[in-house]
């Protein structure tokens, strides 16, 4: 079994893979002053909660956008497992050609993106990932990564939105009643989701128009599942998108 690991500013998701399929999947909230020994007591907890032996994990592989706990995750896992882990990063086979002005600089978990997006889906694409920040990456027809966007999250702007303007609450984001409020909350609900469905209808023809050619459009990320039903644009929907990047990768510098 091999357990793939995706670190976001917000939340960690750990997926569990089998036979070349995804069995499992566990959510945690991402705490940068948790130290390798807390990581490792709370992810082997999870683990044994559900059903799985630490030590019967035969390898694995993380990426992090928490620069901090690269490493210190790293450590958890192999002290847990006693088994190496990858980690997404400098030394390690990708494959994608990033034709950008300092390859050094994109993310990881923009990488994994890429990488999973390129052996489902068939390029261009426009690659969207909505969690803290929203992305959007861009591959051409030649399946080289040649830049895109990094904009504030959907729960990032909400919130400083209420933070900022005295009259207006914090609000649960969820399916909007009407696409025109009648009143304060549904007003926000209604314009952080359908602005949010307008913002990526807007950007898929943006990018195909900067490529001159139609794209395949693909999201993933954790708002995402709340936006994508409001889309009007062609979008493939993959929860799972960075977990299968990470296990490509995982197989492709792990020899079998």
């Not at 893979?17 to 709370?42: G, P």
């Not at 990488?115 to 803290?132: N, Q």
């Not at 909400?158 to 025109?180: E, K």
Request: glycine share 10%; proline share 5%; charged share 15%.
């Amino acid at each position: 079994m091999i357990l793939t690991i995706d670190i976001g500013n917000t939340n960690t998701v750990l997926g569990c893979w089998q036979d070349e399929k995804l069995v499992l999947t566990m959510r945690l909230h991402t705490n940068r002053d948790q130290t390798a020994d807390e990581y490792c007591l709370l992810i082997g907890s999870l683990l044994s909660h559900r059903g799985i032996k630490p030590q019967e994990l035969s390898g694995g592989i993380l990426s992090s956008v928490v620069p901090e706990l690269r490493t210190v995750v790293k450590n958890a896992m192999e002290l847990l497992t006693g088994k190496s882990f990858l980690a997404v990063g400098a030394g390690l086979k990708t494959g994608l050609n990033i034709r950008m002005d300092n390859p050094a600089q994109l993310g990881a978990d923009l990488v994994v993106d890429a990488v999973a997006s390129l052996a489902k889906y068939k390029p261009p694409l426009a690659i969207f990932d909505m969690g803290t920040a929203t992305t959007l990456s861009v591959v051409d027809g030649d399946g080289a990564y040649i830049g895109g966007m990094i904009i504030p999250g959907l729960r990032l702007s909400v919130d400083a939105l209420s933070a900022r303007a005295a009259q207006l609450p914090y609000i649960h984001l969820g399916p909007p009643q009407h696409f025109i409020g009648s009143n304060t909350i549904d007003c926000m609900q209604a314009g952080a989701v359908y602005g949010s469905a307008l913002m990526v209808d807007g950007l898929i023809q943006r990018t195909e128009e900067e490529l001159g050619q139609p794209v395949t459009a693909v999201a993933t990320g954790g708002l995402m599942a709340l936006i994508h039903p409001y889309c009007r644009k062609p979008l493939h929907y993959d929860e799972n998108l960075m977990l299968e990047g990470l296990y490509i990768l995982y197989k492709k510098n792990v020899k079998q």
